[in-house]
C-alpha cells in the first residue's frame, strides 16, 4: 500500500507544472489573456498571472502593435509580486536586454548596425532605444552628414543637425558602458572599408560623381563612395567666383574631376571639365582692342569688369581717371563702362584694361621709336659702305 502511495506522488509531481523562479531582470514567457493599448495580462505557465502596463508596454519592436490574445511572448520581471497578488512585467525591459546583447556583439564583432537619432545638440546626434542612449559625435560622422559651416557657427552646425534627426544611420559602435546604459556610435567607421577600397581604386585625372555634402566660403565639399574631396573656389569655374553658393547647394548632384591626392585629402574640379575659355579668349581679345561691359566687383587695388559669361578684365586703379563717374571713388559694381585693353596674359588667366580709350600719345611715341631706329640703321650702313 506504501509503495502504490509513493508511486502516485511521483506521477503528480511529474504532472505538475515547472516552477518557476521569478527572480527581477530575469525573462520569462507566458500567453495573452487581455489585451488593451496600455496593459497586458499574461499567464505564466497556468501558476500565476503576470501584468504589463504603462510604458512597460512600449518597446523599441512596437510589440504591442503586432500581437494578440492567445499568442506567446517573453518579458522581464518586475516584481515577483505586486499588492494584487500579480507579477510586474516589462516589455521595455525584454526588449531592452536583447537590444544590449545585441549592441554587445556588434562591438566586440565588429558589426555595423542601423540606428535612427531622435535628438541633436552641438555636439552631435542623440537617440534612445529601450532606454539605452546613444551618441553619435559630430567627428564621428560621414562626409555627406559632415555640418560643415563658414566659421564653425555653433547654431547653424545645430541647424543642420537637426534636419538629421528621424534618418537611418549605419554604424559601428566605437565605446559601450552597460552600466550607465549609454553607447558611442560611429557612422564613419561604419564606412571605413568602403573608404579604403575607394580610395585605393581612384586616380588622378578620373571624373566621378556624388553629391555636394558642404559649401562654405573657399569651396565645395563632395561626397562620393565613402570619400570626401574639395573642389576650390578657383576650381569650381573659369571666370571669378564670389560666393561657391552660386554654384550648388548640399545634396546636389555634381560630377568632378580628382586633380590631386595627398594623404586622405582629395583635390576636385568642377571647370577642368568645361572648354577653357581662355582659349578662345587669345583669338577674340586683343590689346588696343575697345571693349564695353559691366562692372562686377570694386576692390582698393582696381574693378572687375565682365568680359563675358566666363571671363573678366582687371581694370587696375592707376588706369582709372583721378576725378569723375569712372574715378575710384565713384565706380560701382552694376556700372557699365568701356575701356581698352593694354594686357592679354593667357598663362595667368588675366586680361588687364583700362578706363582711358584714347592711343594718340602711345601711337605717336611709337612712330618716334620707329624712326630714331630707322635713322640709326641708315647710319650704321653708310659707315660700313665708308669703310
Known sequence: MADTKVTLMEELLMDSPEIIKLIPGKLVEGTIISLSKSRIMIDIGGITTGIIAGKEVKDSQETIKSIQVGDTISAAVLEPENEEGYVVLSLRKASQEKSWQRFLDAFENDKIIQVKPNEANKGGLLLEIDGIKGFIPVSQLAPLHYPRVNGADSSMILQKLQKLIGQNFDCKVIG????NGKLILSEKAAQSAQRSVAMSKL????KVKGRISGVVKFGIFVAFDGLEGLVHISEIAWGHVSDPLDYGKVGDELEVLVIGMEADKISLSMKRLVPDPWIDAAKKFKVGNIVEGEVTRVAQFGAF????DEINGLIHISEMPTEGDLSPANLAAGQKVKARIIDVNLDEHRIGLTLSLEKKEEAKSEEVAEEKEEKKEKKTKKA????
Open 176 to 179: 559601450i558602458d552597460k552600466e
Open 305 to 308: 569688369m565682365k568680359l563675358n
Open 203 to 206: 586616380k588622378i585625372g578620373q
Open 384 to 387: 660700313k659702305k665708308d669703310e
